[in-house]
Each structure stands twice: as structure tokens, then as C-alpha cells.
């Protein structure tokens, strides 16, 4: 028994955290504001050391939640707990818990470096102990010669560091990142998500950010959350979201997804399009209707004749490392990624491999996502079902 | 500037500071006359200060002034958070309404009504004299309030709203968060509210008219009283001063707004630049 608990049970679980401890864990947490359902019986665990992030749409509830976790909202119903022991009442200054602010919220009528000391000032810290810290920290977040220098003075990127270094000056167990890049530029952007990974890791604090931003998600996060409508959908590493996605809502939401109503008619085989394709997905009853999840780069294009599907190019647009391409196969409109080159009303084949497909059940979200027709410009033009063999 | 609007200034500053500039010279004056400027003298500002009557309602005036501005900035500001923070908010449209009635009630209603109020409870009480200093100071607080919280509510909504919570999360109390973020913040529209409340108290006639009792006079009614008989030119000495101290409070809450302003300028002046920049 222990030794297949070792074999089996242990390596999955150790991807996230069987070793590591649990900082927070939320339970059966449900929110109604007027009525309206916010959060519904959401529960999920946090391990130290991570960097988890709270993805979804605006209104499905994650910044709720992280407000949950900042003392900022109650919850109706659940617990919330840290380190084993229950936090719902304990009001936000007692937490060993810090927020850096979607706007950062930095105190205007301070200077950076007594921002900064803020919250030693408030734990009445020694001055001398006061002034080391603040220009430690400073030098953490790249700001070393603007101590003096008023807040309002700085720039979008500079008061961001501001905020993060204010947030982190007491170590708190748990960082809350609200949105905190959304008011930035693509470009500085990209650099502040580099540099939140390096602090996360170099400080080893749990860091949870909330976004609806999916490629933020995917480039800085251990752990994903994805939420829609006040329920977790899916929880997991990003590559096991990308690849596989639970349902259609997650398909759609994290890149870009071709999704087809499909049947299982057997083990690793799976029915769409009027074509029987092998696939790697098991454990479905013979003849289930499922969504099929195929990504834009994962098909190939080959000659017309030689394609497991073919059908017409309606559109082509030039995205500097790839084309993407929307190709009409039956009436349903495909997005491909390819780096070939091929023309509008071209009439082409394409073909998938196994672990291009995969499989996901039947949800709510079924039917709604994964068609690109809104992308086509002749949209009533039907090619003729290439599809059928 | 065209001659034409240089002469349309001149022409206001003249209309609005003639008077101000004849009192001023005629307090000076070492004749009773209003003709005739018959020598520089302080012989007005002397007998002024020797007028124990007219000293005593002075003092009087400072003293309702100081402790109606005290009351009314307190409340006021308690008053403009406690609106601010409202979600309704057709709730704090009505609230804001009422609150600014005092304000455009005229004077003289405000007055009358706030009298009958006090003979009222004082007969109910059966009290011998119902209009004393305690009714006056009464009155005056409630016409300075609604413009302490004229000025205060702009500067709360003006605020980032995050920074309480930011303070929260940084280890502050409620209450600790406020003094230490929420003051500093509006206290600008603080001292303008104060400092409006001071200038309207001391300057009140008509509701202190009605409100004041016997044993109670201010500067304004005791001028009022006087002009029953004759304006003797003390009284310009007395004016002219408080001219100067009004001027004075108005250059510091200028200086106050000024200061506002130009922090306002330079967020402008930095989001400008940060765009050329990114």
C-alpha cells in the first residue's frame, strides 16, 4: 500500500504541493451583492511559495475574492482559513496579508520613502532599522535614487514599483496583486510581469494576482485559476490549462481554440467534421457527444487531396511570426496558424495528429465559443463539404 | 490687452474699491467731516480703542466666530464623509439638497424662523430670557455648516478611494487610517470650509439680529445700533481694520488653493510627460 502511494499517488500530487504547505485555503465561499450571485461555493488551496493567479472575464468574481483575502469582503457563506486557522473576522490590519491596488492607491501627501515606511512607521519600528529597510526594499524594485522624490511625480511603471515595494516592507506571507498591470503600456507591461516573477522568486512569497488577461496568466503564473460566473472551472499548472482545457469556456478564454461538437465512438478515436480521427482521450462512453478542442497551430496543411478535412481560405492576415488563416470546412470556420503562405480562396487540405486533438465533456459552455465565423468576411459564402469523404 | 478692456478693468476696480478706498481715507481723517479731509490723524483709531462698549462686542464677535468655526468644521466634516460614503445614491442627492437650503435660504427667513425655534423651547421650558449667546452660536453653526461640507465633499471625491483601504492593509485601524490618509488628503477643503465659516460669522448681521439676546452683542449690531444716532468716524477705523484682517484670511486661503492647484498641475504636467516617454 505505501509503496504504491509512494509510485503512484505522491508524483501527482506533487506538481502542486503535497510537500509544500497550504497558506490559505478557501471554503465553500459564496458572495451575493443585491441578489445577484457572485461567488458560488468556491473553494480552492494555496500553497506557500506560489504564484497563483485568479483568471477570468470582469464580474466572474476574482477580485472578490482576493478582497476576501484581504479582509475587504466577507463572505456569506465558507471559511476562510490561514495557516489552519479561520481569518473571516479578522479585520484587514491584522493580517499578515498586503495588497498592491489596481491604481497602487500610493499616499499622495507622502514621499516615495515614506510610503515606502508606511507600515514600519505603523508597527513603530526603529528609525534607524526604518531607513535600511526602506532603501533595501528600494533597491528590490530598481528605485534606489527616488527616495525623496514626491509620488505624484513618478510615472505609471515607477509608482507600480512603489506600490509593490510599500506591500512587501512588513514580508507578508501572501502578496494580492489586483490587476496591478492593467494600467500600464504593452511594452512596460511585459517588462514589470518579468520582473513580479523575479521578485516573487527571489522573496519566496505567495504571490496571488488576479487578471483577466490569459497570456499574463500564462507567462507568469505556477497555478491557474480560471473562473467564469462565480465558479472555478478549471485549476492547474499553465500548460495543463492550455492543452487541457476542461470545458469550451476554458478553451476559449485561454488562446485560441477551434472547438467542434463531436461523438466518442470508441477508446482514442473521435467523430467530427464527417471524419473519424485517432485521438489520445479515453475513459468516454461509446457514442458520447463531446466538445473537440483542436489549436490554431496544431494543423497541418497539406494539397487538397491528401487532408483529412478540406475546405476554402477566407481570409489571411499577416502576423509578423506566423499567418493566421480562416478556412471554411463544412460550414464551420477553422483559425489556423501556419507559416506557409496560401490565398484567399485557395482550396486546401488539412490533416491532425493524435495529439492535436483533444477531448473535453459536455458543458454549459457547449455550442457557445469556438467558431470563427464572426472573423470571415464572406460569411453566407458555403464552399462545398470538403469534409465528407 | 485692448485699450478697451484695460478701461472696462479699471472701471470694476473702481466700482469695487471706491467705497472701501474712501472709508479708508476718511478714517484718517482728523475732522468729523465727510467734506472735507482736513489732516492725516489716529485721532478715530485712538478713540476706537478707548470705546470699552465697541471692544466688548468685538471681543464677543471673535469669540462666537472662533467657537462657531471650531463647531461647524467638525461637524461639517463629519457630515461630508458620512455622505461621501453613501451608495445610494439618489440618497445623497437628497441629502446634499437639504444640507445647502441654509445656504440659500435667505437671511432673513433663517433668521426669524430661528427665533421663534428658541422663544418656542424657551416658553416650553418657561425660561425667563430664551436668546442668549448659546442661541446665537446655535444659528451660526447651522448657516456655516453646509459650507464646510461645500468645500470638504469635492476634495473626498477628488480622493483615490483605495487609499483607506491601502492604509488597512498596511497595518492602520479605521479610525487610525483616517487621520493618517483621509485628513491629510482633504484638509485643504477643511481650512477653505473654516476659514468661509469664520468670515460669515464674523460678518452675520441679520440672523444674529434676530437671535441675539441683551446680554450678548456683536460688532454688526452694535453698529447697527449706533446708526441710529450718528456714525462717528471710529467706525471707519473699526471697518478699515476689519478690511485688512478679511483680506488677510482671504490672501491665506488663496495661498491654500493655490497650492492645490499646482499639484494638480504637475500630475497633469507628469502624465503628459509619461506618454512622450513610454
Known amino acids: 500500500m505505501l509503496l504504491a502511494y509512494c509510485f503512484f499517488i505522491l508524483p501527482a500530487q506533487a506538481e502542486r504541493g503535497a510537500i509544500m504547505e497550504k497558506i490559505i485555503e478557501l471554503k465553500n465561499i459564496s458572495k451575493s451583492f443585491d441578489g445577484e450571485t457572485v461567488l458560488d461555493h468556491i473553494s480552492l488551496d494555496i500553497y506557500d511559495n506560489e504564484f497563483i493567479t485568479l483568471l477570468g472575464p470582469s464580474g466572474c468574481g476574482k477580485t472578490t475574492l482576493l478582497r476576501m483575502i484581504g479582509g475587504f469582503a466577507n463572505p456569506d457563506e465558507g471559511d476562510i482559513l490561514f495557516m489552519g486557522e479561520r481569518l473571516n473576522d479578522t479585520p484587514p490590519h491584522k493580517r499578515n496579508v498586503n495588497t498592491v491596488f489596481q491604481k497602487y492607491a500610493l499616499f499622495p501627501h507622502l514621499n516615495v520613502f515614506e510610503n515606502v515606511a508606511f507600515p514600519l512607521r505603523e508597527r513603530g519600528v526603529k528609525k534607524a532599522e526604518i531607513k535600511e529597510q526602506v532603501m533595501k526594499m528600494l533597491s528590490l524594485v530598481m528605485l534606489e535614487g527616488f527616495a525623496e522624490r514626491s509620488v505624484t511625480s513618478l510615472s505609471g511603471g515607477q509608482q507600480q514599483r512603489v506600490a509593490i515595494a510599500r506591500a512587501l516592507i512588513n514580508h507578508p506571507k501572501v502578496l494580492l496583486l489586483d490587476e496591478p498591470l492593467g494600467a500600464l503600456d504593452l511594452k512596460l507591461r511585459k517588462d514589470m510581469q518579468q520582473e513580479l516573477k523575479k521578485i516573487q522568486k527571489s522573496t519566496g512569497i505567495t504571490f496571488v494576482f488576479v487578471t483577466h488577461d490569459q497570456e499574463e496568466a500564462l507567462s507568469m503564473s505556477d497555478t491557474i485559476v480560471v473562473l467564469s460566473e462565480g465558479r472555478i472551472q478549471q485549476i492547474g499548472t499553465p500548460t495543463d490549462i492550455y492543452n487541457e482545457p476542461v470545458n469550451a469556456f476554458v478553451a476559449d478564454f485561454i488562446g485560441e481554440s477551434n472547438i467542434l461538437d463531436g461523438v466518442m465512438p470508441e477508446n482514442f478515436k473521435a467523430r467530427f467534421s464527417g471524419h473519424t480521427f485517432s485521438c489520445l482521450d479515453k475513459?468516454?462512453?461509446?457514442?458520447?457527444?463531446?466538445?473537440?478542442?483542436?489549436?490554431?497551430?496544431?494543423?497541418?496543411?497539406?494539397?487538397?487531396?491528401?487532408?483529412?478535412?478540406?475546405?476554402v481560405v477566407t481570409q489571411v492576415t499577416f502576423m509578423g511570426v506566423h499567418n493566421e488563416i480562416i478556412v471554411d470546412i463544412g460550414g464551420f470556420k477553422w483559425m489556423i496558424q501556419t507559416t506557409e503562405s496560401v490565398n484567399v480562396g485557395e482550396h486546401i487540405g488539412i490533416s491532425l495528429d493524435p495529439d492535436a486533438i483533444h477531448i473535453m465533456k459536455k458543458s454549459k459552455y457547449s455550442g457557445v465559443f469556438g467558431d470563427y465565423s464572426s472573423y470571415s468576411n464572406e460569411l453566407d459564402e458555403l464552399s462545398d463539404p470538403g469534409g465528407e469523404e | 490687452m485692448k485699450w478697451s478692456s484695460k478701461l472696462y478693468t479699471t472701471l470694476i476696480f473702481i466700482f469695487l474699491f471706491a467705497p472701501i478706498v474712501i472709508l479708508l481715507v476718511f478714517s484718517f481723517n482728523e475732522a468729523k467731516s465727510l467734506s472735507v479731509f482736513s489732516g492725516f490723524s489716529f485721532r478715530w483709531y485712538e478713540e476706537l480703542f478707548s470705546d470699552e462698549a465697541t471692544l466688548e462686542s468685538l471681543k464677543n464677535s471673535l469669540i462666537l466666530a472662533l467657537s462657531a468655526t471650531v463647531i461647524s468644521t467638525v461637524m461639517g466634516t463629519v457630515a461630508a464623509l458620512g455622505i461621501y460614503r453613501l451608495r445610494k445614491k439618489w440618497y445623497r442627492a437628497l441629502l446634499n439638497t437639504v444640507t445647502n437650503i441654509p445656504m440659500i435660504n435667505p437671511d432673513i427667513i433663517t433668521g426669524i424662523s430661528m427665533m421663534l425655534l428658541f422663544v418656542f423651547v424657551g416658553r416650553m421650558f418657561s425660561a425667563s430670557t430664551s436668546l442668549n449667546f448659546w442661541t446665537m452660536l446655535i444659528?451660526?453653526?447651522?448657516?456655516?455648516?453646509?459650507?464646510?461640507?461645500?468645500?470638504?465633499?469635492?476634495?473626498?471625491?477628488?480622493?483615490?478611494?483605495?487609499?483607506?483601504?491601502?492604509?488597512?492593509?498596511?497595518?492602520?485601524?479605521?479610525?487610525?487610517?483616517?487621520?493618517?490618509?483621509?485628513?491629510?488628503?482633504?484638509?485643504?477643503?477643511?481650512?477653505?470650509?473654516?476659514?468661509?465659516?469664520?468670515?460669515?460669522?464674523?460678518d452675520d448681521f441679520v440672523i444674529s439680529y434676530f437671535t441675539s439676546g441683551n446680554d450678548f452683542q456683536t460688532l454688526p449690531i452694535r453698529i447697527y445700533g449706533m446708526t441710529k444716532k450718528t456714525v462717528t468716524p471710529k467706525m471707519y477705523a473699526l471697518a478699515t481694520i476689519i478690511f485688512f484682517v478679511t483680506l488677510a484670511l482671504l490672501l491665506l486661503n488663496n495661498l491654500v488653493d493655490n497650492d492645490d492647484s499646482r499639484k494638480l498641475r504637475e500630475k497633469k504636467k507628469k502624465s503628459k510627460a509619461e506618454l512622450l516617454e513610454e
Open chain 1, 283 to 311: 475513459d468516454f462512453a461509446p457514442g458520447e457527444p463531446v466538445d473537440v478542442v483542436v489549436r490554431p497551430e496544431d494543423v497541418d496543411i497539406v494539397p487538397k487531396d491528401e487532408g483529412m478535412l478540406s475546405g
Open chain 2, 139 to 202: 444659528a451660526h453653526v447651522t448657516f456655516c455648516l453646509p459650507y464646510v461640507i461645500f468645500q470638504v465633499l469635492p476634495k473626498l471625491n477628488q480622493m483615490d478611494g483605495d487609499l483607506m483601504e491601502a492604509a488597512q492593509d498596511l497595518g492602520c485601524t479605521p479610525f487610525r487610517a483616517f487621520f493618517k490618509v483621509t485628513l491629510p488628503e482633504i484638509l485643504p477643503g477643511i481650512i477653505t470650509g473654516a476659514i468661509m465659516a469664520f468670515t460669515l460669522s464674523l
